[in-house]
């Protein structure tokens, strides 16, 4: 643009071109320094966010990451059974030592303020098959349970007065078999146990409810004392009150 112009305003032109060129390689520089600058920064977080992560449960840190909530305080281990009865899922069971029929040994769960087991899942079948195995000496020393079809020959109902589920039943391959040998009322109460130890928890049968057996109760297990109730404090650990 300035070629048609006198020297002067070449002169001028020229001046100006190299100002102008002067200025944009200064502004250059300076974008260049800027952006080193920031390319410092940058690498300074970086390395500063891989060495100083603040640690879970950090209270004053306000980069904390997201910590994982406090271990959940298991209700379960936290619920006792007295003397005599022992825990498991939440519930106590207490297996006799005595013998009696199956109506005296439910008498006696109630007078302890139980009743006679109900087996609610196979875990507990599993629980309770393994701990009966170990107590008894032979066959003969079955276990009560709290199953019986007193009311309505073949219709089994748990002593909560709920039918048997089918599909959470244990009983041996021939049973129940209302065996009415001895007895023409036939076998209307449920009892457990297999000394050698049951063919897939299969271990339940009917027989004479006169018959006088050791027995399981079970009650839910109790809250524990107040002296020994866990809280929450307020980082998510557990404290005594
Ligand atoms: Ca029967
Ligand atoms: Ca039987």
Redesign the pocket.
């Known amino acids: 643009t300035c070629s048609h112009f006198f020297s002067f305003t070449e002169c001028c032109c020229f001046l100006q071109s190299a100002f102008d060129k002067i200025r944009t390689n200064q502004t250059l520089q300076t974008l260049k320094e800027e952006n080193e600058a920031l390319r410092r920064n940058l690498s300074d977080i970086k390395t500063g966010s891989t060495t100083s992560t603040p640690a879970c449960g950090c209270p004053k840190c306000p980069t904390c990451p997201t910590c994982p909530p406090p271990p959940a305080v298991q209700s379960l281990t936290c619920l006792t059974c007295e003397a005599g009865w022992e825990p498991h899922g939440g519930n106590c069971y207490y297996f006799s030592t005595s013998k009696s029929s199956w109506t005296d040994s439910r008498r006696s769960c109630t007078d302890l303020g139980s009743d006679l087991v109900k087996i609610d899942s196979r875990e507990e079948q599993m629980f309770l098959e393994i701990r009966v195995r170990d107590l008894m000496e032979n066959d003969g020393e079955n276990f009560w349970i709290g199953l019986t079809?007193?009311k309505e020959?073949?219709k089994w109902l748990w002593v909560d007065g709920s039918p048997l589920n089918k599909s959470l039943s244990f009983w041996m391959p021939w049973e129940?078999d209302?065996t009415n040998i001895t007895n023409p009322g036939?076998?209307?109460c449920g009892g457990m146990g297999k000394k050698g130890g049951a063919d897939d928890l299969m271990c339940w049968f009917?027989q004479l409810c006169g018959l006088r057996r050791r027995s399981i109760c079970e009650k839910p297990a109790d809250l524990p004392k107040p002296k020994e109730r866990l809280s929450y404090g307020m980082s998510g650990w557990i404290n005594p009150l």
Do not use: L
Request: net charge negative; glycine share 20%.
């Open positions: 079809d007193s020959e073949g129940p209302n036939g076998e209307d009917d």
